[in-house]
């Protein structure tokens, strides 16, 4: 009996690279979100120090300049904020798009894992039933040499 061939072998070969492929973006994406993430927290925290030095200043002696600046800066850094927030979701869509796209390519490529073993399993099945026929005629065989011989 010939040796088991599985007719979409390349087609699964080529879902195991676009999957490794796509974990690699998957990978890169994640890292762009988190870096995007931090710099957000970062603003942020920038914010609550400003904010923490105009309240600090107001109860003590205090240089007017000094609080005037930090009054004017809170407004930009809001605005940067506001930016960074927003880059930040699309880096957050980005990341869910390729997520969802390497759950679509594990799918498809489970399918063909699946269809190749139900094959190999079939394959198994008929060269068992054949190696069995082959038993069976040798063994009949030998009984007619045997009986004939007598």
Known sequence: MKKFVFKLQTALDL???A????????VTVTDIY?????????????????????????????????????QDYIPVINDHICQQALLTEEHRAAMEEVRG????IMKERKIM???RTRHYQEYMREFLREEQKQID????????HRDSAV
């Not at 999957?19 to 998957?26: A, D, I, S, V």
């Not at 796209?101 to 679509?104: D, M, N, R």
Request: hydrophobic share 30%.
């Open 15 to 17: 879902k195991l690279k």
């Open 19 to 26: 999957e490794e492929m796509k974990k690699e973006e998957l």
């Open 34 to 70: 988190k870096e995007s993430c931090r710099v957000l927290d970062d603003l942020k925290t920038r914010l609550a120090e400003i904010q923490d030095t105009v309240r600090g200043k107001q109860g003590e002696q205090f240089d007017v300049t000094e609080i005037k600046r930090c």
């Open 101 to 104: 796209e390497l759950v679509e």
């Open 113 to 115: 894992e699946k269809l």
């Open 137 to 144: 005629e040798m063994a009949t065989t030998g009984f007619i």
